[in-house]
């Protein structure tokens, strides 16, 4: 099969037409020299590269830094599109945090047998120190990206959760400010809702979760493993636009219970962590004993209630790819109503009947590690070739409970400017929430965009780009 | 602030100072080379580079004879050699990235930019000839990185922290650079020969110290001494790079920052004192207790402030 199959164009209609919130971008680009949109990508790159806007790529001998690709044509939610997404952001990440409350608890879904039991307690993301543990607000995941595709008018997927610690909010941001600056007449004619609200509002939810809520002032800073981080340039853009400290591990130590910070004068105690640091490297008295990244400790004084960690430890059960199966189920036995964003329907190999499926239909469909990331690890069917489906049948069939399988969906394509001009590329979508006193969304969020013609991979890390996200309002 | 902060800005601006120094002494090596003078050999300058960036015992190890060619390259862009320009550069952005959140746009791009255009440079095209050009290019970017900091940094207390750095490299700088040829500076040396080899280690001093202009200035109607050049760089407050230029700095900085704290730190004391012996000696008095000694006093005690600063404000 072809990877060259029908897509929905979120531009353009079957006529050919530009579809209502593209129609003023489409007269746009129509009247600009042919030159123009190279130009101004030059002009991007440039700007990017000064102000140190880079990401890490790991696997070369020194982790090198680079940009990621920017598209300067935007692309565009109108209002009433935007509306049902946040709806049904809003419907899942609650699920999801109550999930986590109650597998922490009283496990009361494992009970009423709407999930396996040993699908989340012998999960290696759900983590037995935090049984009976309740943090402020009851709230685990504080921040979450969830990433959707498009695969027609009205149809959108959830493709994961990204629970633990969701990147690539400052690329939303910056894409943002980068479209501001280069386009300002763009902005004149649409009616874009704004980002830049973002770092307020992710004070506010961090400062919402203090574990002391009748102490006036929260000091939050964020954790981050240091400047060889591939998202070292997010922590430190993070800090910087919140007014934060931005902290390593050797800048924190506890004593008697309670997190400080060392400073050129007197240790400060801190109350909220939003940490960029993965739970395995957070303390290594209780996980990782060999981190260096973390801090000796901190779990103890988590415990203790004596400082908020976001997201909170063992929050990454929420986004398992073997859990995403019993999402809709989730959403169901919380809310007691019907999820509003669809699930791609998802094959778990480690079952008999999906894996012999799935073995019978490596050419048409997407094999995904339960536990990976990053794209790394995954089989994208119609675009293999003969022989890498054949390596990769060894590998699933040595170890079919490693993975998962879904459909190839046939994700949207938007404009986007490549070397002959103007062409369309499938995207993805990842909007940005935001849980504590309530749940904040961020209109759009970031677009990835795979700039190779007929590609469905949008990772930065696999030759991905971004674009900006615009939410048109009424 | 965070001690590993306030250790960031310092550092960041120790070693975007040093990256100029050592192209400025570069510079009087390659000039020399050009010029003729008398008996001394231009590898004798080329070595002078290397004692006085304190790059030798590693050149030695190394790379081994001294050329032109193979100082250069160790002092521009030898990974393996922690003062070269190119590791300076590069610490110099780790450090400032390291505190991304604490530095202003304008700062970042100047020393993120300097970066990215030194790492794009083949070292095989820096020939002889496009040398000068390049080592110039080095000592522009070193003035613009100081000038985005003196124009766009708040004065707080990573201002301080950032002069405080700047200025203990710089008067370390000036006292090796000295001491590595003190004995050229004797006043007895006046005397020596036709004096065309001391005039030019004197001017080759002064180039170093980015003072030949200047000291015409400072002294307007003296020819060139031994005990003139002395004085203006260690003693002489309007000579930018002169041991009391550095410390009165130094000494300023330190009242600010103890304002700023509200209580001084043991290092602050240490500062006041060593501003205090330059502002209360005299050539004569340096020469009578012996130039070298003096030097080599003045940079352990230089050195012996680092560490304490260190020490009080929590530098990780």
């Known amino acids: ?414 404009p986007t400017h ?42 930065s890390s696999q030759g991905g780009g971004t674009k900006d996200t615009w939410v048109l309002e009424d | 602030m965070l001690g590993r902060t306030a250790s960031s800005l310092y550092w960041m601006s120790r070693y975007h100072e040093r990256a100029q120094n050592i192209a400025r002494m570069l510079e009087v090596a390659n000039r020399s080379t050009m010029v003729a003078h008398g008996t001394l050999s231009s590898i004798d300058d080329w070595r002078v580079a290397l004692l006085s960036s304190g790059c030798d015992l590693g050149y030695q190890a190394k790379i081994g004879d001294v050329s032109p060619r193979g100082v250069t390259s160790y002092m521009i862009f030898d990974k393996d050699n922690p003062s070269s320009v190119r590791v300076c550069l590069e610490q110099a952005r780790n450090n400032a990235r390291s505190v991304r959140t604490g530095i202003t746009a304008e700062l970042w791009e100047a020393i993120n930019t300097t970066w990215i255009e030194f790492a794009d440079v083949n070292p095989q095209s820096i020939t002889q000839d496009r040398l000068p050009e390049f080592l110039s290019w080095i000592s522009q970017r070193s003035h613009l990185f100081r000038g985005a900091l003196l124009n766009t940094v708040l004065r707080d207390d990573g201002y301080h922290f950032s002069q405080l750095g700047n200025f203990v490299e710089r008067a370390d700088n000036t006292a090796r650079v000295l001491n590595t040829q003190y004995w050229v500076l004797l006043p007895d040396s006046d005397v020596i020969g036709d004096g065309s080899m001391e005039r030019h280690q004197w001017t080759g001093i002064l180039r170093a110290l980015s003072g030949r202009r200047s000291y015409r200035f400072a002294y307007p109607k003296a020819r060139l001494t031994a005990f003139n050049i002395a004085e203006f760089l260690i003693l002489r407050k309007e000579m930018p790079r002169s041991l009391a230029y550095c410390y009165d700095w130094i000494d300023d900085v330190s009242d600010d920052l103890a304002q700023f704290y509200g209580g001084r730190q043991p290092s602050l004391d240490m500062a006041a004192d060593i501003w205090r012996t330059l502002c209360q000696t005299e050539m004569r008095d340096i020469y009578q207790n012996g130039l070298h000694d003096f030097l080599t006093d003045f940079i352990g005690r230089n050195n012996a402030f680092s560490h304490q600063l260190s020490k009080d404000y929590n530098f990780a």
């Open chain 1, 418 to 459: 490549v070397a002959t001009g103007v062409a369309p590329r499938h995207v993805d979508l990842r909007p940005f929430v935001l849980i504590g006193d309530q749940v904040r969304i961020t209109p759009g969020g970031l677009t990835r965009v795979a700039l190779k013609k007929g590609s469905l991979v949008v990772n």
């Open chain 1, 1 to 414: 099969m072809s990877a060259e199959r029908t897509f929905f164009n979120e531009m353009l209609d079957q006529s050919g037409q530009p579809r209502p919130a593209y129609s003023k971008l489409n007269d746009w680009l129509e009247s600009k020299p042919p030159n123009f949109l190279t130009r101004k990508s030059r002009e991007a790159e440039t700007i990017f590269r000064r102000l140190g806007i880079t990401f890490a790529v790991y696997g070369s001998d020194e982790a090198t830094e680079r940009l990621i690709p920017f598209d300067p044509i935007p692309r565009i939610l109108s209002a009433s599109e935007w509306r049902k997404l946040s709806t049904g952001i809003d419907q899942r990440v609650r699920a999801l945090n109550a999930f986590l409350h109650d597998i922490y608890h009283r496990q009361e879904i494992i009970r009423a047998g709407r999930i396996p039991a040993d699908l989340v307690l012998q999960n290696e993301a759900f983590l037995p120190e935090m049984v009976g543990f309740t943090p402020a607000r009851k709230v685990y995941a504080h921040i979450i990206g969830t990433d959707l595709v498009r695969v027609a008018e009205n149809e959108f997927y959830v493709l994961e959760d990204n629970t633990r610690t969701p990147s690539g909010v400052s690329y939303m941001m910056e894409n943002r400010e980068t479209m501001m600056r280069m386009f300002p007449e763009l902005f004149q004619i649409h009616r874009v809702a704004p980002v830049e609200h973002y770092p307020e509002a992710l004070r506010q939810t961090l400062e919402s979760v203090g574990p002391d809520p009748a102490k006036s002032e929260q000091t939050v800073v964020v954790l981050t493993p240091g400047i060889y981080n591939s998202a070292y340039f997010e922590h430190a853009f993070l800090a910087d636009s919140m007014g934060v400290e931005l902290v390593e591990g050797r800048d924190l130590f506890v004593d008697e219970g309670k997190v400080f910070m060392r400073t050129t004068r007197d240790p400060q105690q801190v109350d909220v962590i939003y940490r960029r640091i993965d739970d395995a490297f957070l303390d290594p008295l209780s996980f990782q004993p060999d981190s260096m990244l973390g801090v000796p400790g901190l779990f103890d004084a988590y415990r203790a209630g004596n400082v908020t960690i976001c997201n909170a430890p063992g929050t990454g059960i929420a986004d398992d790819k073997a859990i995403y199966a019993y999402v809709p189920d989730i959403i169901e036995f919380y809310t007691g109503q019907k999820p509003i964003l669809n699930n791609v329907p998802t094959w778990n190999c480690a079952r008999e009947e999906d894996l012999a499926y799935v073995l019978d239909n490596l050419a048409d469909i997407v094999v995904k590690e339960v536990h990976g990331s990053g794209g790394y690890g995954m089989l994208i069917g119609p675009t293999a070739s003969k022989r890498q489906i054949a390596e990769f049948r060894k590998i699933l069939t040595a170890n079919p409970g490693n993975y998962i399988a879904q459909p190839t969906l046939a994700l949207s394509a938007c």
